[in-house]
Nanobody, 123 residues
Framework: QVQLVESGGGLVQAGDSLRLSCAASRRPDTSYFTGWWRRAPGKEREFIAAIRNIDDMQRYADSVKGRFTISRDNVKNIVYLQMNSLKPDDTAVYYC????????????????WGPGTQVTVSS
């Protein structure tokens, strides 16, 4: 079992930057992806980005490529999501997630989720 807790959300203006953090209760002894998802009001949950622990391989959704960057602090066991050039369409609850599968963009294969942190981008 892995508990995940997000932090860093808030209210910002369009064009601003924000960094989200995801702290995990433990570090699994096998390969896994830690990822970020979001759910905007009235929309389906959307995969944003993921990073693998063994080699820092990253995956991004096309909607955030070039604006968002995922990274890891292996010492602190924290995964970050740096979000730049934020737009009102980025307004959502952002979730951290962890999966042992090689399908980090599949919610069906992602068993561990944090409670989420709200990001609101005003125009």
């Amino acid at each position: 079992q892995v508990q995940l807790v997000e932090s860093g959300g808030g209210l910002v203006q369009a064009g601003d930057s924000l960094r989200l953090s995801c702290a995990a209760s433990r570090r699994p002894d096998t390969s896994y992806f830690t990822g970020w998802w979001r759910r905007a009001p009235g929309k389906e949950r959307e995969f944003i980005a993921a990073i693998r622990n063994i080699d820092d391989m990253q995956r991004y959704a096309d909607s955030v490529k070039g604006r968002f960057t995922i990274s890891r602090d292996n010492v602190k066991n924290i995964v970050y999501l740096q979000m730049n050039s934020l737009k009102p369409d980025d307004t959502a609850v952002y979730y951290c997630a962890l999966t042992y599968s090689n399908l980090p963009a599949s919610a069906e294969h992602t068993p561990y989720w944090g409670p989420g942190t709200q990001v609101t981008v005003s125009s």
